[in-house]
């Protein structure tokens, strides 16, 4: 339990210390958030789907929850390049413990990170329909935070390397992000986008989050919490197996 | 303590450890030497569970660390000879991870982190970020982290490594005070032979991979005919560089193998 905790701890002190990502972190969001939040408002409202910043601000939420425990989880490559996951992978404690208190300590992360987006937004003029459901919106925020948290654990324990970084980033988390709707509305997509748009995990978070700011959804919110679940339990279990099959 | 039985570890078509045998007894203090890229510090890592052996079997303390790693990860303790700290961590902070990762009661550690801090000289920068400390202050503190929690094995790959005069006999001596007090098995690999000749009961030459010498630093002289133990190893190891880079035709090797999808 107590090194889940350091671990996690861990996670937490880093984050805090690397101002500069965090600043560049933000960054990133709120161009989307500015830019197409202003940009595409009049062929939103046009098209009678109502406030486009209304509408994205959630996704945006979810892209830099998702961006931010994918990191987080390929901070392991760092770790085995600078030296440290070895301390960890020769101590007295199971491998399992230890890509849990990564995991969460980057979920954790990721959750701050996604929480600063939902402040930036609301100053931006985001504004969510139903106030009593923001806790809910917060689980969502949580729950998409430990399944890419876990994700990445299970990417980063697979690559030797920084290399195939890149490859991830462009065939892996950029279609996870346009896919999950989090800049249109997952609606007539035509039947092989919808099918994609339906294998995407973060579909279903951003559509758990709508559903409690905005009162909006494409999905049932409980199937929403249900796919979320299961896909997370699924990626923890590969990520805690990749894991405990580390060399160095 | 530690026994060793035809060990060996291949990286695709290389062989950097082949058919090693060795044992090292309770209490002992055993030195491996070898030139660079003889196999020690692969050693080390499938007695600490971090490579699998290709094949042959290991035991510390009657444990096999491949199928009982956490049992067999209890007994052992470790500095490693590439970095391992968190250089966003400060001084204190790796050492309070590092003892909570390996069970040490809270007051202890901080009884002891402070003692082993003073000791090495850290004291005063134990609330710097470790990447901003020099290499020997990092070097230094690797091996004060190491000494945190007492294990009944404690390898130490080329610990005196980038270390001033001072501190290397710091270490030493405090690898003797534990060896004679607590009665820890230490397992260790250095360059330097006259701190093996200093330190160790007993001594293996391993090179390219095969362990052609064994025992007391006095026998391997006699075996020799050297005065010292520096001819002794000469004379064993032969006196050519090792070329540590892979020829060209092992790098493709193992880029196809990359491909074909076996694991490195
Ligand atoms: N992961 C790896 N993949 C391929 N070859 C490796 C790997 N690790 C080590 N080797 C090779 O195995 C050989 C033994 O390396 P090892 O690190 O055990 O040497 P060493 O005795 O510790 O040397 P040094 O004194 O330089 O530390 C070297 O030729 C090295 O290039
Ligand atoms: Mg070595």
């Known amino acids: 339990m107590s090194a889940i905790y350091i671990l996690w701890l861990r996670e937490l002190k880093r984050y805090v210390r690397s101002h500069a990502q965090i600043v560049a972190s933000l960054g990133q969001p709120m161009l989307y958030l500015l830019v197409l939040g202003f940009g595409l408002s009049p062929v939103f409202k046009r098209a009678g789907y109502g406030d486009y910043l209304q509408f994205v601000a959630p996704g945006v939420i979810g892209m830099s929850v998702l961006f931010s425990s994918i990191f987080s989880g390929l901070g392991l490559l760092w770790d085995r390049q600078f030296g440290f996951l070895k301390e960890t992978l020769v101590a007295p404690v199971s491998r399992l413990q230890i890509m849990i208190g990564r995991t969460l300590g980057g979920a954790t992360v990721a959750v701050?990170?996604?929480?600063?987006?939902?402040v930036i937004s609301m100053i931006?003029?985001?504004?969510?329909?139903?106030?009593?459901?923001?806790?809910?919106?917060?689980g969502f925020m949580v729950a998409i935070a430990i399944v890419f948290s876990a994700l990445g654990v299970a990417i980063g324990s697979s690559l030797q390397d920084m290399q195939g970084f890149q490859l991830i980033m462009n065939f892996l988390v950029m279609p996870i992000y346009f896919l999950s709707g989090a800049m249109f509305p997952l609606v007539g997509l035509g039947p092989v986008l919808t099918f994609v748009t339906h294998l995407d995990p973060l579909a279903y978070g951003i559509d758990g989050m709508r559903a409690m700011l905005l009162g909006q959804s494409a999905f049932n919110p409980l199937v929403d919490l249900a796919v979320l679940a299961a896909v997370g339990a699924v990626l923890l279990a590969v990520g805690a197996y990749r894991f405990s099959k580390i060399e160095i | 303590m530690i026994c060793v039985r035809n060990l060996a570890k291949s990286f695709g078509s290389f062989t950097a450890v082949n058919d090693v045998?060795?044992?090292v007894a309770e209490g002992e203090i055993f030195a491996f030497l070898g030139p660079n890229g003889a196999g020690k510090t692969t050693t080390?890592?499938?007695?600490?569970?971090?490579?699998?052996?290709?094949?042959?079997?290991i035991q510390l303390d009657g444990l096999d660390p491949s199928t009982h790693q956490n049992e067999a990860r209890k007994r052992f303790g470790i500095v490693f000879?590439?970095?391992?700290?968190?250089g966003d961590l400060t001084a204190w902070e790796n050492m309070e991870v590092h003892g909570v990762l390996y069970h040490v009661p809270r007051k202890v550690g901080r009884a002891r982190s402070e003692e082993l801090l003073k000791l090495f000289e850290l004291w005063d920068r134990r609330n710097e970020q470790v990447k901003k400390f020099s290499g020997g202050m990092k070097r230094r503190?690797?091996?004060a982290r190491g000494f945190l929690h007492t294990p009944k094995i404690l390898f130490l790959d080329e610990p005196t490594l980038g270390l001033d005069p001072q501190s290397r006999n710091q270490l030493w001596s405090h690898v003797k005070r534990v060896n004679e007090s607590e009665r820890v098995t230490v397992f260790l690999t250095t360059h330097y032979m006259d701190e093996a000749d200093r330190v160790a009961h007993r001594i293996g030459v391993i090179d390219h991979g095969k362990l052609i010498a064994q025992g007391t630093p006095q026998a391997i002289k006699e075996q020799t005919g050297t005065a010292s133990l520096e001819d002794a190893f000469l004379a064993l190891t032969g006196s050519t560089i090792?070329?540590?880079s892979a020829s060209p035709t092992d790098q493709i090797r193992q880029f196809a193998k990359m491909w074909s999808g076996g694991r490195r």
């Open chain 2, 141 to 143: 503190l690797e091996i």
């Open chain 1, 124 to 138: 931006a003029g985001f504004r969510p329909a139903h106030l009593i459901n923001v806790p809910l919106a917060l």
């Open chain 1, 112 to 118: 701050i990170q996604g929480l600063l987006v939902t």
């Open chain 2, 44 to 57: 080390i890592k499938m007695l600490t569970t971090l490579l699998h052996p290709t094949s042959g079997s």
């Open chain 2, 81 to 86: 000879q590439d970095p391992s700290l968190d």
């Open chain 2, 242 to 244: 090792r070329d540590e």
């Open chain 2, 21 to 23: 045998s060795f044992e």
